[in-house]
């Protein structure tokens, strides 16, 4: 399966339903050190009906460091494992 890496933020209107998203970003306490979040989102609102939006956002890596390329290749495999077509990235 191939897996689209998006450089960008999901936007406010997307069509994917399950995703993953990355985000990067220098250590407070040094800033030589980057921490990677990865979390999947599964967005299960019902646009038929008139139900207020319902996403289940499952936190897989937290604030650990590593480089962008290794937080972004690593959510990557996990996609391609899951069957998620959509990677969401910070970094641009």
Known sequence: M???VVCALPPM?????DYVRVHTCTDPLDDTVTLATIERIVDKTNITEEAPARKRIKTLIERQPMTPDEALGLATSYAERKGIPVVYSDRT
């Open 2 to 4: 191939d897996v689209r």
């Open 13 to 17: 209107s997307y069509s994917e339903k």
